[in-house]
Each structure stands twice: as C-alpha cells, then as structure tokens.
C-alpha cells in the first residue's frame, strides 16, 4: 500500500495530487515535464514537498501536517535516477554494494551474484563510472537500488538508456519483484509497452495532475485514457495461466475468453502471466477467417463502439469474462457494421503477443 | 622641504617627539620610517631615497658608510643594557660571577633580542659572558626578533625575566628593572646617525638631532645623550 | 573619522589601495596561471607550480629581501622599470607588489581548484558547438569558476591586507606612502604602551577584511546558486 | 558522404570498423556496450581514436596517417550527448543560442522561433538547467545543436528521455532535415521504430564490428540481420506517395505494389514518404478475406522462408516490386503450406502502420 | 650532511617536524569547519568564517602576541593547559601551533572550495541507499573532496613551513627548540654579511617544500584521475 497525497509549487508549475497505490508496480505516465520525477523525489525524500503525506505499508514517511518527514537514509527506498548517479570515486563492485552495509541483515530483494548475472554487470565489476557506456551505467545503477535491500523500488525511467535486448532480459525481473518479492514499485515510464507489460496500477499525469488512476486493467483499456498513451499502445490487459509449451515454442495460455497462443520461451507449465493485447494487433471479422496464418481466433462480442479519435476508434470486446480492445479506422467500422450486441472474430498473431 | 628618516624600531617614541618639535620650528616635513635597522641599512644600500639614517648598530652603519653616500657620521645616543623583571615584588639582582640565573627564573625563560643578530641581543649575550653567566643560561634563553618583542615578553609575564635597554624598560610600567649591567660588561651601547644627503632640511634635521631639545626628549626616554 | 588620527586615517586608506591593487593585477595572471597549471600538459609544470608557491614557503622577510635585490632602484628590474617611468620602490606601488606576490600563492590555489572542479564534458559540448578553446574559457570556464575566482581574490585581498614581512623590508615603512595597517600596527607595537593603539589599527584591519570577506561570500553563494540551480 | 574507418582499443574492448554512408540519416545500431557512442566520439573530434580516417562530403577531418586531426571545433559537427550535458551558467535562451557566435552567417538549418516551437521550448526559455525535468533538458540540448548551424549532426540517443507524444512531434522534422535541408545525420538510437522510420543508412554494430550495414531497406528487411534488432522490429521499408487524404482522415499511398491506406494526418498531397511494415504486422490468408477490418488486404508471392529463429521465421514476400517481411509462427508456416513462388494475400491493419 | 652546520641541521629537522605536526592537526578541524562553511546553514556562519580568517587578516605579529597572550605559562589558556601536562610556550609544540593557526584559513579555503565543488545529486543518492549524513560524508564526499584535501594540506605545510613572524612572536627563537628554518634565515639576515649563509638555508627550504610540493601535486593528480576517469 502505497498513499500519496501531494501539494508542491515550483515557479510556474504545481503539482496537486494524491492516490492510493494498492502495491505492486505504479506506473507513473505522462508527458515530459508532467510532473513524474517530482513525485518520486517526494517519495524517496529528497525533496520536501509544500504539503502531503506519504506512506508504505501504512508507516508514515511524510505527514508535513503532524511535522513528520523521515530523513531519505531511513526510508529504505531504493532510487533508480533517470541519470545513473554512480559514485565516480568507487569501482562498479564497490558502486553495487554501496548500500548493503546500512541495509538490516538478511538476504535482500535479490543477491549479488543474481544481480550482476541478471544485469550483465560480470565484465565491469573493476571499472570505474567514467569507462562505461550510458547503457552499462544505467544497469549499474539499477543494480545498486536493488542491493540496497530496499523496501520499496522507485524507479525513473531505469530502462530508457538500454537496448531493446537488454530490457527484454531485464524486463521479466521486474516481473518477479513484483509477484514474488512483492516489492512495491512506483515506475516512470514513457514506454506503454513496459507499462502495459508491468504496471498492476497506472497513473496518468497531466501538467501536476492526475488525469487517470486505477488498475493497469482498467487503464490501460479505457478508450478515454487510451489517448494519454499513444493510439498504438492501448489495449486491454488479460489474464492467464501456462496451459503447455507445445514442441513448436509455442505456449498455449487459457484465459477467460479461451485458448491464446504467443511465444514464452522458458515459461514454466502453471505460471500466471499478463498479456496485453494492443488495440492496434486485433483484427476484426465477421466470418470466421480461413486459411490465415493468424494463431488466435476469437468469438467476440462488441460491447461499444467508442468515440472517433481521428480516422480510428477503440472497440470494446466482450472475450468471455474478459474486455479486449481493438483498435479499428471508422471506416472498417463502417464498412462492417460494427455495432454494440454483434457478434464477431477478432484475430490476433502469435509473433504480436511476443515482444 | 620634507626630510626622510629611517631610524631603529626602538627610537620611535622619542624620535617622534624630537621630529614634532623641529616641524613645528621649521614647518618643514619629516617621514620617518622605523623598521629594524638590518632592513633599513639593506634599504639604503640598495637605492633607498634617504635623507638620515640612524642605527641601533655600528655594524648596519659600517655597510652603510660603505656605500659612499654618508655625508656626516657620528655616534649620537649611548644606552645602558638592564635586566627586567615581571614581578613587581622581584628583589634587586647583584650581578656576579656567582649569580644563580637558573633559580632565579624558577623554570620560566630569560627574554632577550637575538643573540646573534639583534644589537640588543649581542650586548646582552656579551655581558652574560662577561660574567661567567651565559653557558649555564643560555638553554633557558627566549630570544625574541627585537628588543621591543622582549620587552612585550616581560611585560606580559611570559617570561619573568628578560635584558633590554634601559630605554625600553623606562617606557613599560609593567616591567622593573632589577639590575643595571656596568658598562663594562659589553661593548659600548651606540646609536650612530648618518646624514646621506646635503638638502637643507637634512643638515636642517641632522642638525636638530644634536639641539638641546632632542636631548631633553632623548633622556627623559631613557637613552644618554653623547656629546 | 574623529577617532582616527590622520595618519592612521592614512594607513587606512593606503591600505585598502594597496590590497586593492595588488589583488586587481595579480587576478589577471593568477587566472592565466591557474588554468595553465589546472589543465596545461607542459614540460616545466612543476617548476610553474614551485615558482607560484615560492612566496608562501619562503620567509616573508626572503621574499621582499629578494624584492628589494630586485626592484630596487639600482637593482636590475627596478632599473629598467625606472627607465619607462615606473618607480616600484617606497611607495605604495611598491607595496601592492610586495602584498600581490604574497597573495599570489593563495589566488592561484583557490582558481586552480575551481577550474579542475569543472566538469570537462561541458567544455567538450562547447567545443563541439564551435568554440576554440580560448572561447571555450572565455565562454564556459570562466563563468562557471566565478565563485573560485571571488574566493581566490578575496582570501588574496584578506592576506595582502596582512602582509607585513614582504612589505617593511622591500618599501620599508613610510607613514603616507607605504605605511599600511600592518606597518602601522606593528610601529606601535614597538612603542611601550602602544597596544591601545595598535588594537584599535587591528580592530579597523578586521573590520575591514571581514567586511570584505563576507561582501564577497555573500556574492558568491549567490553565483553559484545561481549556477548550479541543481535540484535535490 | 560520411566515410569512418576507426580502430580503437579501450581496455577491455576493441573498435574496428570502416563503413561509407551515403548522406542522409544513418542509424548506428546495437547492444548496450557495441561502441556506439565510441564511434560518434571519434566523428566529433571529442575521442583520437588511434588510427583511422574520417572525412564528411570529402573534407577530411581525420587521417591519423597524414597527421590530420581538426579539432572539434572546427568540425562544424553538431552533437546531441547521450546525458543533456547543457551549460549551468546559462538560461536555456543563451544555451539555446550558444553555438550562434560561432557559425558562418546566413540562415542555419532552423531558426530560433523554429526551433523553439517544434521543441516546445517555449516556457523554459528564461529557466536554468537545474529546474527542468529530464525530457525537458534532452529538447534544449536537441535545440542547442540544431541552433549552432552544424553541416552535421551527431546524435546519441537524442529521444531515450522523450515521451512517445513529443517523439511523435520530433521524428517528422528530423524527417525534413533528411530530405529537405539534406543535412547528414550519425544517429544512435536503440529504438527499432525510430531507425526503421528514419534512417536512410543502417549500421548494425556488435561488440565493436559491424555486423551488418548498408541501405535501411536492405538491413531492416535482411531475415539474417533482423535478429539484431529485435524480432518485432524488423520489417520491410517500402516507398510511396500520399496519392490521396480522403474524407474519413486515411491517406492512400500508392506503391509499386498497390495502394495502402494509413494515417498521416497532415501529409500533402504528393509527398514522398516510407513506410516500414512490420513482420508481426502482416498476417497472410491464402484465399481472399472477407468481411474484415484489416483495410489493406495485398496480393504478394512468397519468395522465401528464412530459417526459424525459435518458434517463428521470417517470410519474404513480394509485393510488385517491393519487398515485404511477414513474422510468422513455423505452425502457421506449416498449416498455410508456406513456400516459395506462393501466391497469397497480406492483410495489413491500417491503424498498425500509423504509429 | 657535512655542509649544513648542527644548528642548521637541527633547524631542518626542527622545521619539518613544526609543519608536520602543524599539518597534522589542523587537518580534521579543518576538514570540519571547511564542511560546516560550505554546507552549514546556522547563525554564526559569517562569525565562524570571519575568525577561520583572522590569522590571514592580521599580521603576524598580533597573532602571535593573541597566541602568546592566550597561551603563555600564565595566560589563561596556557594555565589550564598546563594542569593537563601541555605545555605550548617556547618550545616547538608551540612553534606548531603557531604555524597550525596561520596556515589554517589557507587550508580551509581549499577543503571548503572541494566540497563545493562535490555534486551534491551524489549525496542524495547515496542518502537513499540508506547512508545518513555522516555516512554520506565519509563513503561519497570524504573520497571525492582528496585532491582538495592533499592541496590544502599541502599549502598548509609550505605556510608553516615559512612561517615567520607569528611564531617568533609566541614561542621566541630557541635553538634547537623553536629555531625553524625561516627564524634560522632571518636571524642571519640581521647580521651584516650574513646573506650567504641564509641563502644556504633558503635554497633548503625551498627544496623541502618544493619537495613536498611536487610529491603531493602528483599524489592529488593520481586520485583526481582515479576519481574522475571521465571521457571527452
Ligand atoms: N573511457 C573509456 N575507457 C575504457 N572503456 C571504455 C571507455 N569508454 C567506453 N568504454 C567501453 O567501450 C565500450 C563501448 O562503449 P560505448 O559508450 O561506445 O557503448 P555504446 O554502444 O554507446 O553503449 P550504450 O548504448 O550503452 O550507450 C563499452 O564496453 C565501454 O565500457
Ligand atoms: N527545481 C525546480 N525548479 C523549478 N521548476 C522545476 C524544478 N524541477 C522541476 N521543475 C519543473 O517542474 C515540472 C515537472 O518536472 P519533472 O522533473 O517532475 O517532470 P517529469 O514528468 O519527470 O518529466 P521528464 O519525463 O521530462 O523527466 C517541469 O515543468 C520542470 O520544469
Ligand atoms: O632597534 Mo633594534 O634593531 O630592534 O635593537
Ligand atoms: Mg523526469
Ligand atoms: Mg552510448
């Protein structure tokens, strides 16, 4: 649990929000300059916010109406910066394990060998800052947060300096910190698709406010908000279970709406995973298509057409007890009749449902 | 005219005087610039613009006088060299063959100029010896960089005891002198007085040194006027 | 002032001159110095360095001896000044010399530090954006080392305010032309009973490098908040 | 022309490459580590590298044999830095411009107000670096660069910090400054979106060595090469020109292999423009699909199947005298009987090539 | 060494032992004060300032009677001393001390410029893997500031080790106690003729500091590479 309730003026711009995280991964969203650094900073404690209250697990790190503001070294917060921030005076190993020391005993969010297999740190334990590329920072400097045994992760933007393999290798990580671990996560993100992939909740700020808040789920399918994340990126989140990884590498997921299937290399059979299925890869038709070389073929119900957003719409689908989102030109709307009550197919790749 | 003087450090409150009174004669204008008479001397050998040099050492003089530039010479005060005390109770001191220095200053020092290269430091090392004093003393010696700084010592009860002029010791109220060394003791106390230029205001200046005037100033100061 | 006597009243304002002086034309040097030793690769490095430090290793008295040996009036230098119309020995010109060369250690020491706390990065941008490395000084240095600089010329201004060995024995110790607080202080020092006196001249000599000191702190804090506007 | 031949040898890490660009935008592409930012170092004159030859449209800038090494300054290279790396002492107006005093008169590449406006720099104009927020700082340093009349520009990563919102306003002008100033471009991006859209040129380096380089067209659409960029990414460039925008906001482009219909708000009629399509986005269907949303539904041959890379391949299609890729999983590959000199029907969401 | 004489020796030694033990102690206040004025924000800040500053301000014969008036055998500092078994005055502790005090505003202002210069971004982060402000000091802005410290350490040795009028002042001139190298030089300037004989001693004191100079110039440079290590 995770209560944030803010009130701060820089010149020229305030922020004026509060939410209530139910834990797991936040994401926070929104344009540059919207206002994500600023909340998080109020959170680690690095800056005192004009007015709020903030607090984890229901301690009170910040209530400037009771006088109470826990110093940044006693809120067991692990910060990743949106710039690295290594200590140039260390070396990588000593960089990694800067925090261990003040961290209570006990094996921490994660160890450091795990660490630096995971992040790829093995042939940089004995440079220094200034020998490292911006992405070899970056993941030295995740890997920093994390050794501190943290309570809490904040993160900004921790994976925009990386390459597309690099955040795929990274990106399951944070998956397992925030369903085994259950670290709580608040994520600063201008990528939809990390936020679609990781966030249990998704705050959307505009200009120091909350445009939406609520569950990623919710979120992430509202048509309204749907804007607020780039046409493409929107689509509705599904859940489901590892049924078989089949002999071609592909996994069959049973969900609420049916059988999917997509690429999970190295899923083991019972895991419960997330898909979110863009609005953009759904195809919808009325008959049930022949002979395509789309994997997943599922009977939908549309619920609503939504408003034009410029020559597109979102769709909204019933798949069983599930809602999907298709993302369709009003004129494929038109020209198929699209209305609320019809019944239809939508078809959605494999290879989409991989990245 | 104006005059420029440069005169020891410890002539500074009588020369003042002496130089007030011959302005206030002659309306004429004295600078006059007190600094230890080495500095002076090395001042004047390398070029310095002066009218009058007075010494707190024959020695500075003769590098002076070397130079060629001294128009008129000659030893103008003498002095006396005493040994001080802090202590306005200290008894009298005789000094002999047999005084004990050491018990004297009960594990405090004795302040004196530097022995090797302060005048007043010189005299007063030569008089120690002169009395068979000095090898058992001088481990306990605090020399300071002048006589002045001496003079400061005792003042302050740094230290109990120290050697100055008679000159200085007339001036502090915080000091007593406790013995006068006999001049015997050491070679002679000379302040010499060059003239290095023949402007009027120097002979003027020069001249006024040796007036009945400066020597009234000289010796309520405690110096001894030579004629 | 009624409770100066003129010719304290002198020392003061002789005083201010000189420290005035001697920090104003040791500070272009001194940042000429700073960058070379900051960031100049030169054979002779460390002679630079020797040769700046030199005044504050040295016995005050060496230094202004090795002065008078040089700049007086027939010595070689104060020769061939004295032939285009500068005289350097006893007067105050003498004087702010004697205090710039004294002051001079400290100036470059504060600049260098602050010109080897800039960040290089930046220095590249500049340089990629056109600037040749006189510009890249002029335009990104220089501004960035501004509290350094106020940091060298006022601990310069405190010290040449100071000074005292270097100066009595180079220009000697003439009331109106060279006779600065210090000399003064230490004048009635050596007459008994003069400490009243000399601590009202030391009072005066606090005053005002303080006043100085916290001008110029004051200044910049200012700058360099304004600078580094850095957030948490 | 942009001719690099460099060797260079870090500890721990050695750079050999030699590549000739053609002009327009050339995309250096690669893993966390591949020397990127190495060989931009190298353009600029920031990094000496110990041996090799630079030169841009014939000038020489570099010849470590002939002694010749201009310093950067006088390279008239602009540089976007991985970290912002903007001026301190400076308001953003005085960094903005800062370049200005040192370049040849006559107009630059874009004037202030310009530059102001497109970056969306406007209220940040008298604040100093330290109040502005990340994505803030990487348009300034963007602006910086552009402002200083480059006759080149180096970018690093130019829009990590950027959200997809101000990416989407940026790209079209590093579009015009491809085609219409002509100004040549080293970008180093990690976004597989950003370079197919972009580049003209594509480098693919690993470790230090070129892995691939050539036409963006030929790399993006090379199965083998593809890898590299991660599999959702890779995809088929193809060119057209907006033929028609039509009442409901979709523009036609007309191909070599037909029309497409997309969205390109704004696009004028007769404008040139690439598309990249990517595999995942193409589905085929043996036989003509009915009654669905997909609007661009193409008659290709399959030309070749490439060699399975886990669960799914690339398929090389043609498309009259355009080359696509199709992302599919080996099952469909298998169930739709797949091989080369097939005649089948690609179906392309209208809504999947607008991003 | 058969060409310097055994009280030239001794003043060597004697020298270099004052400046050490003046380094030496001067250096953790001074790292502390030198923090409490670049990040401290409390009244008494400009007072605290203004006094680090004094011995610069002065000249050094007040400091030192102020020392002498403090420290003596009876004066009240030196008294409460003494009860503790410490004595100062004349004898080269006291020597140190002296030298200790006017090197100390040099030292500050160099340690003070280094933590300023230090990003205080690095600090913050440090402070959120759970370092509290001592912490922070000591892992982040100790390390970082070395260079600064190494310089001001060592423009503090090459002050004391040239300081002249002070420690005259205090502690007198003892042979072989308090006789450093810059009494040694100017009591041989006193005497007509004693111009070679300082010049022997000068050459040795710049050889020393110089010595000390170059040895900790390359020490700072070493780490400052270390520290830095950045790229164009
Ligand atoms: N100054 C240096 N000294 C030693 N090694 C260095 C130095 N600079 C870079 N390297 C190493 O060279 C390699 C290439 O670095 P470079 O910065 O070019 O990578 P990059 O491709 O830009 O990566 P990124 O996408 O993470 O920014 C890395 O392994 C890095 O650690
Ligand atoms: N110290 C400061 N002083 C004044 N204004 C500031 C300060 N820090 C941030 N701001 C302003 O507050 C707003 C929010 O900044 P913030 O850093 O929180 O944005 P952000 O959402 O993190 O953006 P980005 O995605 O670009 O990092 C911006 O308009 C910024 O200019
Ligand atoms: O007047 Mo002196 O030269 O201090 O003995
Ligand atoms: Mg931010
Ligand atoms: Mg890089």
């Not at chain 1, 160890?111 to 800052?129: I, N, Q, S, Y």
């Not at chain 2, 420029?4 to 130089?19: C, I, N, P, W």
């Not at chain 3, 303080?210 to 948490?232: H, M, P, Q, T």
Request: one cysteine or more; glycine letters at 10%; hydrophobic letters at 50%.
């Amino acid at each position: 649990m995770l209560e944030i309730a803010l009130k701060h003026q820089f010149a020229g711009f305030a922020l004026d929000l509060a939410l209530n995280a139910p834990g797991g991964i936040t994401a926070l969203f929104g344009h540059s300059g919207a206002g994500k650094s600023t909340v998080v900073n109020a959170v680690s404690g690095l800056l005192r916010p004009d007015h709020g209250r903030i607090a984890v697990d229901g301690e009170v790190l910040l209530d400037t109406q009771a006088g109470i503001a826990l110093p940044p070294h006693r809120r067991r917060i692990g910060y990743v910066f949106q710039e690295a921030r290594l200590f140039p005076h260390l070396d990588m190993r000593a960089n990694l394990t800067y925090g261990a020391r003040f961290a209570p005993p006990g094996p921490g969010v994660i160890g450091f060998d795990r660490a630096v297999e995971m992040l790829g740190l093995g042939a940089l334990l004995d440079r220094r800052p200034g020998a490292l590329s911006g992405g070899e920072a970056a993941r030295v400097a995740l890997g920093r947060a994390l050794l501190s045994k943290p309570r809490m992760l904040l993160m900004d933007e921790p994976l925009a300096a990386l390459d597309g393999a690099r955040k795929a290798e990274i990106l399951p990580y944070f998956e397992t910190l925030r369903d085994e671990v259950k670290l709580p996560i608040l994520y600063v993100s201008h990528a939809p698709a990390e936020v679609a992939r990781l966030a249990s909740s998704v705050a959307l700020l505009e200009d120091g406010h909350l445009r939406a808040f609520g569950p990623a789920r919710d979120v992430l399918a509202d048509p309204g908000a749907a804007g607020g994340f780039g046409g493409r990126a929107a689509g509705a989140l599904i859940s489901g279970r590892v049924a078989a990884q089949e002999h071609d590498g592909l996994a069959r997921i049973e969900t609420a709406g049916g059988a999917i299937y997509l690429e999970a290399p190295g899923m083991a059979m019972g895991t419960d995973l997330r898909l979110q299925i863009h609005g953009a890869d759904v195809t919808l038709a009325l008959v049930q298509p022949e002979q395509v070389s789309a994997l997943n073929i599922l009977r939908v119900t549309v619920l609503e057409v939504g408003a034009p957003d410029g020559p597109s719409v979102f769709v909204k689908l019933a798949l069983g007890e599930e809602r999907l989102l298709a993302r369709l030109t009003t004129r494929s709307v038109a020209a198929l009749g699209l209305r609320a009550g019809l019944e239809c197919h939508a078809m959605i790749k494999a290879v989409s449902l991989a990245s | 005219g104006e005059v420029t003087v440069f005169a020891a450090a410890s002539m500074k409150t009588a020369l003042d005087e002496v130089a007030r009174g011959w302005e206030a004669q002659t309306g004429n204008l004295a600078h006059i610039s007190y600094a230890g008479s080495g500095a002076l001397a090395r001042q004047i050998t390398a070029g310095a613009p002066v009218d009058i040099f007075i010494s707190a050492n024959p020695g500075w003089m003769e590098s002076v006088t070397k130079t060629g530039k001294v128009k008129a010479r000659e030893d103008l005060l003498a002095n006396h060299l005493v040994l001080i005390a802090h202590d306005p109770e200290a008894a009298p001191v005789t000094l002999s063959e047999g005084l004990d220095l050491k018990a004297l200053l009960k594990g405090g020092k004795l302040a004196m100029a530097l022995v090797d290269a302060v005048p007043a430091g010189q005299y007063g090392k030569a008089a120690l010896e002169h009395f068979g004093l000095w090898d058992g003393i001088k481990g306990d010696v605090a020399q300071a960089d002048n006589v002045r700084a001496t003079l400061m010592m005792v003042a302050l009860g740094a230290a109990p005891y120290g050697i100055t002029y008679d000159s200085d010791a007339v001036a502090e109220p915080r000091v007593h002198v406790v013995a006068t060394f006999p001049d015997d003791s050491h070679p002679p106390i000379r302040y010499p007085a060059a003239r290095l230029s023949d402007s009027d205001a120097a002979r003027s200046f020069y001249a006024a040194l040796r007036s009945p005037e400066a020597a009234r100033v000289f010796t309520a100061q405690g110096f001894q006027v030579l004629k | 002032m009624s409770w100066l006597s003129p010719p304290e009243w002198q020392a003061v304002v002789l005083s201010l001159k000189v420290a005035g002086l001697a920090t104003a034309c040791a500070l272009p040097p001194g940042i000429g110095v700073a960058y070379l030793l900051a960031r100049g690769r030169f054979v002779g490095h460390g002679l630079l360095n020797g040769l700046v430090h030199l005044p504050l290793i040295l016995p005050p008295v060496v230094t202004g001896y090795l002065l008078l040996l040089g700049f007086a009036p027939n010595g070689p230098l104060g020769a061939a000044l004295a032939r285009i119309g500068i005289a350097l020995a006893f007067n105050w010109k003498g004087a702010a010399l004697a205090a710039g060369v004294m002051a001079f250690p400290l100036m470059v020491r504060a600049i260098r530090l602050a010109i080897e706390a800039v960040d290089p990065r930046l220095e590249a941008a500049a340089s990629t954006l056109g600037a040749s490395r006189v510009w890249v000084f002029a335009t990104v240095t220089l501004p960035l080392i501004v509290p350094g600089i106020i940091a060298g010329a006022i601990t310069a201004f405190a010290k040449a305010m100071g000074e005292f060995g270097a100066t009595i024995t180079f220009v000697s110790n003439i009331p109106g032309q060279t006779q600065t607080l210090p000399l003064a202080i230490y004048s009635q020092l050596q007459v008994p009973g003069g400490e009243g006196s000399a601590a009202k001249l030391v009072v005066i000599s606090i005053t005002l490098a303080l006043g100085a000191l916290l001008v110029s702190e004051a200044l910049a804090k200012r700058i360099a908040a304004r600078i580094a506007g850095r957030d948490a």
